[in-house]
Nanobody, 115 residues
Framework: QVQLVESGGGLVQAGGSLRLSCAAS????????MGWYRQAPGKERELVAI???????SYADSVKGRFTISRDNAKNSVYLQMNMLKPEDTMVYYC?????????WGQGTQVTVSS
């Protein structure tokens, strides 16, 4: 059974930083494309960043230069370092994994940025 478990969300002031972590189990992690998505109430889930099995990365324009995605295959984990946070970054953040045609999601972690 595949499980993705996020941690690291919370409340931070604008300009601050948070680091999200996602631990994966039940999947061949090193072959999995991992990503972070986020969703605000009443809006569609949006891509934040992805990292391929080879370490290539891609970011949404809204977070470029502020967020960094990374992975540690030895720990079956993916991370999202979020710096210079803005109130508009306030959303639920979801860890996502894809291997082949299979998609997996974490339960989500709330990030709240106060102005």
């Amino acid at each position: 059974q595949v499980q993705l478990v996020e941690s690291g969300g919370g409340l931070v002031q604008a300009g601050g930083s948070l680091r999200l972590s996602c631990a994966a189990s039940g999947v061949i992690f090193r072959l999995t494309v991992m990503g972070w998505y986020r969703q605000a109430p009443g809006k569609e889930r949006e891509l934040v960043a992805i990292i391929t099995s080879g370490g290539g990365t891609s970011y949404a324009d809204s977070v470029k230069g502020r967020f960094t995605i990374s992975r540690d295959n030895a720990k079956n984990s993916v991370y999202l370092q979020m710096n210079m946070l803005k109130p508009e970054d306030t959303m639920v953040y979801y860890c996502h994994g894809r291997i082949g045609t299979y998609d997996y999601w974490g339960q989500g972690t709330q990030v709240t940025v106060s102005s």
